[in-house]
């Protein structure tokens, strides 16, 4: 059974900065695509970054040039570092793992919130 777990959320001032964690019970290297969403009060939960096994990335267009994604594949980790954080990023972060099979799985969740 394999288990996401996020962690690095809390609240942080608008124009601050945030590295979220998603650990991996097994190898992330097994997952075809890890991604981040985020999902706001009264909202749909959204992408906000992903990365392939390969290393491509790509970003939601409201988190370009503030967030970055990477892996770890020694630490089974993927990261989202996100700076110049703004009060509309304030949401539940999930992270997401994908495997070949298209088997889908989320950890629990991690709240951010940014104060104006």
């Known amino acids: 059974q394999v288990q996401l777990v996020e962690s690095g959320g809390g609240l942080v001032q608008a124009g601050g900065s945030l590295r979220l964690s998603c650990a991996a019970s097994?190898?992330?290297?097994?997952?075809?695509?890890m991604g981040w969403y985020r999902q706001a009060p009264g909202k749909q939960r959204e992408l906000v970054a992903g990365?392939?096994?390969?290393?491509?990335?790509n970003f939601a267009d409201f988190v370009k040039g503030r967030f970055t994604i990477s892996r770890d594949n020694v630490k089974n980790t993927v990261y989202l570092q996100m700076n110049s954080l703004k009060p509309e990023d304030t949401a539940v972060y999930y992270c997401?793992?994908?495997?070949?099979?298209?088997?889908?799985?989320w950890g629990q969740g991690t709240q951010v919130t940014v104060s104006s």
């Open positions: 997401k793992g994908v495997l070949p099979s298209y088997v889908s799985y």
């Open positions: 097994g190898n992330i290297f097994d997952f075809d695509f």
């Open positions: 990365i392939t096994r390969g290393g491509f990335r």
